[in-house]
């Protein structure tokens, strides 16, 4: 873990240099890269991005290729080193970068790394976030086009409190406490409103079963969203099951309910293949790794495009 939070933290203090350095913060990325990036550029070969690849925190998740969104190792041989990679944080656009060829490393798990061609040689990291260092999350899509990106928003956290609270009531859930994991605010289907996204979850540690499983009575984790005037839906909800065989090692009777502890973030809302149509990129923490996904909604409900995962 510790390893990764030091690259998170070089990724931070990059993107720090290059806001200090001026980048535009537009909503479409058009804006100009900042002149350290360039600088940058000019020192690397110029690759035609054959893939657009998606890094989520420095790992390839998988990306989008012939048409099709493919799984990382389906098209990490395609990427070969000086490709062009659009930089963001889950609110800005920062800039152009060429990233390296990808590497494998041993972090939360094995995965494909990309390493930005970019020095930062001075600065700290400039909290100019609008959100907690435990929901920031940085991402690059390596494609030669510019991109529809949506900044995600956040209003007053009571408003998402709401939210979750509404739907656990629904769900006849009322001893589940409420523990915000994150709330957002993003117009996901171009109708120019803005839909809620929310995620909470909630583990007593006296209800532990080892491992990452919890009893399922009073724990939980869910993604939920929220329309103007419409039902509040789950995105995504913990994984639940009895323990049957699992018993014996938790300790536990065959059929008690469990839950497998997870917290959901989103990543970013970005049309990462140029369609019209805006990806959703999560990503989901469980006990000894981390789970990406990628999805897209339409006509109110969530299709899963990719989903990729590094852990132990
Ligand atoms: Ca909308
Ligand atoms: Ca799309």
Aim: proline share 1%; hydrophobic share 30%; with cysteine.
């Amino acid at each position: 873990m510790e390893k990764r939070y030091l690259r998170l933290f070089f990724i931070l203090l990059f993107l720090s240099v290059i806001i200090v350095n001026g980048c535009n913060k537009n909503t479409t990325d058009q804006s100009s890269t900042s002149p350290q990036v360039t600088k940058e550029e000019t020192k690397s070969k110029n690759t035609i991005n054959e893939v657009t690849s998606v890094i989520v925190d420095g790992l390839l998740i998988g990306g989008y290729y012939q048409g099709k969104w493919a799984q990382t190792e389906d098209i990490v041989s395609k990427i070969k080193g000086g490709e062009t990679y659009r930089m963001y944080s889950s609110y800005e656009y920062y800039g152009n970068v060429k990233g390296k060829k990808p590497t494998i490393e041993d972090e939360i798990g094995q995965g494909y790394y990309i390493d930005f061609d970019v020095k930062s040689e001075t600065g700290s990291p400039n909290q100019t976030e609008q959100g907690n260092e435990e929901e920031f999350s940085s991402f690059a899509i390596g494609t030669n086009s510019e991109l529809d990106f949506e900044p995600l928003i956040k209003k007053n956290r009571t408003f998402y409190e709401d939210i979750m609270s509404k739907y656990l009531k629904k769900k006849g859930l009322t001893n589940y406490k409420i523990n915000l994991t994150q709330g957002v605010s993003v117009d996901l289907d171009n109708d120019k409103k803005k839909e809620h996204l929310v995620s909470s979850g909630h583990y007593n540690l006296t209800d532990t079963l080892g491992d990452g499983w919890y009893k399922a009575e009073n724990n939980y984790s869910l993604l939920v969203l929220s329309r103007d005037n419409l039902d509040i839906t789950a995105v995504k909800e913990a994984v639940l099951q009895k323990a049957g065989e699992m018993s014996e090692f938790l300790k536990v009777d065959q059929n008690t309910d469990m839950v497998f502890r997870s917290h959901y973030y989103i990543v970013g809302v970005i049309d990462i293949n140029n369609d019209g149509k805006k990806e959703i990129i999560s990503r989901e923490e469980i006990q000894g790794g981390i789970l990406y996904s990628i999805f897209q909604y339409e006509n109110g409900t969530f299709q899963e495009l990719l989903t990729t995962g590094i852990g132990s």
